[in-house]
């Protein structure tokens, strides 16, 4: 049962030794909607930190994947859906756009780099290329080896190649999810401090901390 739905009826019937057409009628029975490859999303903590700021429809068509998907994620991790509307831009704002990195124009406008490049491409603007030579800043330098690289690229606005190759260059290791030890008394900790101060205790960025701390249904610390 488990099966259904997670790859191809065709799979799924050569796993278990039985017709492709016995799978379909009981996934069908159970309710249960065919696998989509294209819907598969690789989840980074960037991604999932959006999850509930932004509507649903705006993070799929981002990400190019069906609302289905983000709505989804976003019901397992038990966030609340975005109350925002369509954000209004004007003529001044849409102006910068391209201009600038969507992380620069995103700090000016007080929203998220993921709303800029979503305007941005709506309107057909291509993003801003510098011939300059990237420089890392000092708080990027930090987090290399820190949080998996795919996510720092995300919020740097460059691939994570890019990233694994100056973290090797530094001799970093690379930072696994699967590597992070949750200890009881880490647990503890969480919603009782702030995530960023538990960051720093298992040398991690605050945003792994609270994406656990979202997955274990804990709520946020709040200063009484």
């Keep these: 049962m488990k099966l259904l739905g997670t790859m191809s009826d065709g799979n799924v019937a050569r796993r278990i030794g039985i017709p ?32 509930g700021k932004e509507p649903d429809h705006l993070l799929a068509r981002q990400w190019s994947v069906p609302q289905r998907v983000v709505r989804s994620k976003r019901e397992e991790l038990q966030i609340k859906p975005c109350p925002k509307t369509t954000r209004r831009w004007t003529p001044e704002q849409i102006e910068i756009l391209g201009t600038c990195f969507d992380t620069e124009v995103a700090r000016k406008l007080g929203i ?60 970093i290791k690379a930072c696994r999810r699967s590597s992070m030890k949750w200890t009881p008394e880490i647990i503890a ?17 605050a945003q792994l901390v609270r994406l656990k701390r979202i997955e274990l249904g804990i709520k946020g610390y709040r200063p009484s």
Excluded at 23 to 47: E, H, N, Q
Excluded at 189 to 203: F, H, S, V
């Design 20 to 51: 492709q057409a016995q799978v379909m009628c009981k996934r069908r029975s159970l309710g249960i909607p065919a696998f989509d490859r294209k819907a598969k999303i690789r989840w980074t903590s960037k991604r999932l930190a959006q999850l």
């Design 112 to 171: 998220s780099a993921s709303q800029v490049a979503q305007k941005r491409k709506a309107l057909g603007i291509a993003p801003f290329r510098s011939s300059a030579p990237f420089e890392w800043p000092e708080t990027a330098l930090d987090q290399l080896g820190k949080i998996p690289d795919e996510d720092l690229a995300l919020e740097l606005g460059v691939s994570y190649q890019f990233v694994a190759a100056k973290r090797l260059a530094l001799g």
């Design 189 to 205: 900790l969480m919603g009782m401090i702030p995530d960023g101060q538990i960051a720093k205790k298992i040398n991690c960025s």
